[in-house]
């Protein structure tokens, strides 16, 4: 079973940026597919962007294209999440996910594994 736990979260003014990370304990993430999925206040918990296993695959909600990065380093058993560009509508919660297969699903169902998340607030 593979442990995640997300980090970076915090306090930011709209216009600007945050890098948020998963890092992964118990096992490698190799070979899984990771997710982003946040969920604000009131609402329901809504895909972000995932990442294939081999990390030669990214899908991107239309809400951050542009505008956030998806990447993984191996050697650091992590998944990051570079946001740029924030809006006070990014402000949620952020929970990495992961999952074997090698598609980035949107569906949150899909998913086996999931952090406890990390709190993202853009001012305005």
């Known amino acids: 079973q593979v442990q995640l736990t997300e980090s970076g979260g915090g306090l930011v003014q709209a216009g600007g940026s945050l890098r948020i990370s998963c890092t992964a304990s118990g096992r490698t993430l190799n070979p899984y597919t990771v997710g982003w999925f946040r969920q604000a206040t009131g609402k329901e918990r809504e895909f972000v962007v995932g990442?294939?296993?081999?990390?030669?695959?990214?899908n991107y909600a239309d809400s951050v294209k542009g505008r956030f990065t998806i990447s993984r380093d191996y050697a650091k058993n992590t998944v990051y999440l570079q946001m740029d560009s924030l809006k006070p509508e990014d402000t949620a919660v952020y929970y990495c996910?992961?999952?074997?297969?090698?598609?980035?699903?949107?569906?949150?169902?899909?998913?086996?594994?999931w952090g406890q998340g990390t709190q993202v607030t853009v001012s305005s």
């Open positions: 996910a992961a999952r074997i297969g090698s598609w980035a699903s949107m569906r949150a169902t899909e998913y086996d594994y």
């Open positions: 990442i294939s296993r081999i990390g030669d695959r990214t």
